[in-house]
């Protein structure tokens, strides 16, 4: 069975400037999770969709996060414009439903310089 | 006060030793215990699932939760170079949930032949 997949699997770019991150769960998973990975820190979530509507999205800056799920499968995670504290890995996982366990992707590893 | 405390370490011990990484919580409300382990460049895999409190084993790896106390633990028996890895405690708000993990920082863990 395949794993989650993430794209990019680095990016480089320079505040201000904006960023999207590209996942594609596990199949058949309904679950999807974003965490932000601070380096020395542990996950923290973002956002949770559970099919395309969002369940969680209390911690998400939405002043510049923004997320979406379309048609309930892959997922994308956008900052415009990005901040030099967004420097993180970020991390996506899915799960059979919101009760079950979350595998994770590989991550990418942002650097805003 | 962090809702979940864990020594970050790093933790080194030579092959063959006992390992024993630790958790400190705040909230009470917390129902289900993890640990990840999580190796270089790789997203958190779960290791341990825990519910309430109580021992569980699983061959070299014993997880304990002390509710009383907000304290659970991981135990690593007869501990290999290939234990060498970062193990992240976790658990969850909701009662029969694991959506909307709180991590711990994590301890890195050097198991050195």
């Known amino acids: 069975e395949a794993g989650v997949a993430q794209s990019p699997r680095y990016k480089i770019i320079e505040k201000r400037q904006s960023v999207a991150f590209w996942c594609n769960p596990i199949?058949?998973?309904?679950?999807l999770y974003w965490y932000q990975q601070i380096l020395g820190q542990g996950p923290k979530l973002l956002i949770q969709?559970?099919?395309?509507?969002?369940?969680?999205d209390s911690q998400l800056p939405k002043d510049r996060f923004s997320a979406e799920r379309l048609k309930g499968v892959d997922s994308t995670l956008k900052i415009q414009p990005a901040k030099l504290e967004d420097s993180a890995v970020y991390l996506c996982a899915s799960s059979l439903s919101y009760t079950d366990t979350q595998y994770f992707g590989p991550g990418t590893r942002l650097t805003v310089l | 006060q962090k809702e979940v405390e864990q020594d970050p370490g790093p933790l080194s011990v030579p092959e063959g030793a006992i390992v024993s990484l630790n958790c400190t919580y705040s909230?009470?409300?917390?129902?289900?215990f993890m640990w990840y382990r999580q190796y270089s460049r790789k997203g958190p895999e779960l290791l341990m699932y825990?519910?309430?409190?109580g021992n569980k084993e699983d061959g070299r790896f014993t997880a304990q939760v002390d509710k009383s106390s907000k304290y659970i633990s991981l135990f690593i028996r007869d501990s290999q170079p290939s234990d060498s890895a970062t193990y992240l405690c976790a658990m969850s708000h909701y009662g029969g949930s694991q959506g909307n993990l709180i991590f711990g920082k994590g301890t890195k863990l050097s198991v050195k032949p």
């Open positions: 969709f559970q099919n395309n509507g969002v369940v969680d």
């Open positions: 825990t519910y309430s409190s």
């Open positions: 909230n009470s409300a917390f129902q289900y």
């Open positions: 199949s058949g998973h309904a679950t």
